[in-house]
């Protein structure tokens, strides 16, 4: 039905940057929200960025003038730049869509997942 692929996570030192990638696919009728969720070992889950189809963006305090998230609403793609990398960023970066989509007649609503990516923030 849907699927979120993700691409882009990777080994950089600290203060390098990486951008990541999400594309989603499938019988998408629209996407209302796409972001990204992070989770290091031992710690909860944590939303880092979201972008509305509208462009309204959240930031996590922790990312903020360091992080970027972008989106293609023609492409249903989002992605986040990470400038300034710190130890702290590594984690696995998971990317979400709130989408409506289309099941045999029924219109369903919900989150969808992509399989995760790791950061890892290292010299």
């Known amino acids: 039905q849907v699927q979120l692929v993700e691409s882009g996570g990777g080994l950089v030192q600290p203060g390098g940057s990486l951008r990541l990638s999400c594309a989603a696919s499938g019988s998408i009728l629209s996407i209302n929200a796409m972001g990204w969720y992070r989770q290091a070992p031992g710690k909860q889950r944590e939303l880092v960025a979201s972008i509305t189809s509208g462009g309204s963006i959240m930031n996590a305090d922790s990312v903020k003038g360091r992080f970027t998230i972008s989106r293609d609403n023609a492409k249903n793609t989002v992605y986040l730049q990470m400038n300034s990398l710190k130890p702290e960023d590594t984690a696995v970066y998971s990317c979400?869509?709130?989408?409506?989509?289309?099941?045999?007649?029924?219109?369903?609503?919900?989150?969808?997942w992509g399989q995760g990516t790791q950061v890892t923030v290292s010299s």
């Open positions: 979400y869509a709130d989408l409506s989509l289309y099941i045999g007649s029924y219109l369903r609503r919900g989150d969808y």
